[in-house]
């Protein structure tokens, strides 16, 4: 009889909780629209090429696999991928760090011998 009180539950929204979650989905889709416009338009030429890579390394990925079965693993390792992260934190964080740390020394010196790399300012 558990299912008789989720029936019974009042689950109506508010017009001022509908109109204040309304305004913030619009503007994370306008905040999402406006980053996407940036990524086609290269206005930053790092970002762009980091869609492009992605892009292209998905093609790879197409290649091999139908959208059911990408669809299949994601719902697997939606279900283990935390129960492993938390089995295997302490390890994982330390790998983490130090990919993270490699990666921004990588960029790093990149950005120092290639003069257009530069982030901008935000």
């Not at 299912?3 to 508010?14: F, K, P, R």
Request: aromatic share 10%.
């Amino acid at each position: 009889m558990l299912g008789v009180a989720y029936l019974e539950l009042d689950i109506s929204l508010s017009p001022s909780t509908f109109r204040r979650l309304c305004d913030r989905a619009f503007a994370n889709l306008n905040r999402i629209l406006k980053y996407l416009l940036q990524l086609f338009l290269v206005q930053d030429l790092v970002d762009s090429l980091k869609l492009a890579v992605v892009m292209w390394m998905m093609t790879y990925v197409g290649a091999v696999f139908n959208g059911l079965t990408l669809l299949i693993l994601a719902v697997l390792l939606s279900f283990s991928l935390p129960i492993v992260y938390d089995t295997y934190r302490t390890q994982i964080d330390h790998y983490v760090d130090l990919v993270q740390n490699q990666v921004s020394g990588a960029v790093g010196k990149m950005q120092e011998k290639l003069p257009g790399i530069k982030r901008r300012s935000e």
